[in-house]
């Protein structure tokens, strides 16, 4: 592959609370440059949801409430 040729990407992943509709309890980024991950600029926020976590939710991501408990809101870090 030509990876020079590559367009820039960006590539952003989220989890959500279980509600719905969901509530944003993470958002993490890593941006691709010539086909390579760029770590040096990737990022990742936890995010205090408005609505508890469902148990569902949970046993998927593992982020429960009392973990996110203390985070900062998604108006706080939109940004």
């Given at each position: 592959?030509?990876?020079?040729s590559?367009?820039?990407?960006?590539?952003v992943?989220?989890?959500?609370?279980?509600a719905?509709?969901?509530?944003?309890?993470?958002?993490?980024?890593?941006?691709?440059?010539?086909?390579?991950?760029?770590?040096?600029?990737?990022?990742?926020?936890?995010?205090?949801?408005?609505?508890?976590?469902?148990?569902?939710?949970?046993?998927?991501?593992?982020?429960?409430?009392?973990?996110?408990?203390g985070?900062p809101?998604?108006?706080?870090?939109?940004?």
């Amino acid at each position: 592959m030509n990876f020079p040729s590559w367009p820039s990407l960006l590539l952003v992943d989220v989890e959500g609370n279980g509600a719905n509709p969901p509530d944003l309890v993470e958002v993490a980024a890593l941006p691709v440059r010539d086909g390579q991950p760029d770590t040096t600029t990737a990022g990742a926020w936890l995010i205090k949801p408005p609505n508890p976590v469902t148990p569902f939710a949970a046993r998927v991501h593992g982020l429960t409430t009392q973990v996110l408990d203390g985070k900062p809101g998604w108006e706080e870090i939109k940004d």
